[in-house]
T-cell receptor
Framework: DVKVTQSSRYLVKRTGEKVFLECVQD?????MFWYRQDPGLGLRLIYF???????EKGDIPEGYSVSREKKERFSLILESASTNQTSMYLC???????????FGPGTRLTVL | GQQVMQIPQYQHVQEGEDFTTYCNSS?????IQWYKQRPGGHPVFLIQ?????EVKKQKRLTFQFGEAKKNSSLHITATQTTDVGTYFC???????????FGAGTTVTVRA
């Protein structure tokens, strides 16, 4: 079974802090994704990566950056957290960008 | 860019009844996927539809892809409490390389 893990289930940070969310997949998938999930808005794509060191902006990249130094790991970075970034963050991976996506358990981030 | 709309946003169903949730795209899709997210859980892949007019069944769940490949539906018969959750559709545009998720239909079941 594909396993996608995220570093934290719950995280509380203060406004202005730098926040790192880590995601690791164990199936050698080429593609990895970061989404945020908010009530009534569904899943919105922040960034995705189709290869090591490669990244593409999604629909809502503002205020975020990403890093993919190794194939299995995809990090989401909030350079200076703001309260409007309080959300559930979901990581996913897939063999190809259009294939079935396997999601991690999510990180619920609260920015105070 | 491509938009995928889902209706209704919420569906309250009496146990044993049937219901349908709909997914509509502003553009023609190459394929559409459906995911289910249980309360407190993460989205889990259910099925993918590729062909125009395609119908697939999984036990009490019936998935359909429209003839024009711009809409899809999920029909659940004899709803059970295990059907509670949020159902997302995700479409891939003909000229796109990433999925666009709908906002989801959140289903609650009255016993």
């Amino acid at each position: 079974d594909v396993k996608v893990t995220q570093s934290s289930r719950y995280l509380v940070k203060r406004t202005g802090e730098k926040v790192f969310l880590e995601c690791v997949q164990d199936m050698d998938h080429e593609n990895m994704f970061w989404y945020r999930q908010d009530p009534g808005l569904g899943l919105r794509l922040i960034y995705f990566s189709y290869d090591v060191k490669m990244k593409e902006k999604g629909d809502i990249p503002e205020g975020y950056s990403v890093s993919r130094e190794k194939k299995e790991r995809f990090s989401l970075i909030l350079e200076s957290a703001s309260t409007n970034q309080t959300s559930m963050y979901l990581c996913a991976s897939s063999i190809q960008g259009t294939d079935t996506q396997y999601f991690g358990p999510g990180t619920r981030l609260t920015v105070l | 860019g491509q938009q995928v709309m889902q209706i209704p946003q919420y569906q309250h169903v009496q146990e044993g009844e049937d219901f349908t949730t709909y997914c509509n795209s502003s553009t023609t899709l190459s394929n559409i996927q459906w995911y289910k997210q249980r309360p407190g859980g993460h989205p889990v892949f259910l099925i993918q539809l590729v062909k125009s007019g395609e119908v697939k069944k999984q036990k009490r769940l019936t998935f359909q892809f429209g003839e024009a490949k711009k809409n899809s539906s999920l029909h659940i018969t004899a709803t059970q409490t295990t059907d509670v959750g949020t159902y997302f559709c995700a479409g891939l545009g003909s000229n796109d390389y990433k999925l666009s998720f709908g906002a989801g239909t959140t289903v609650t079941v009255r016993a």
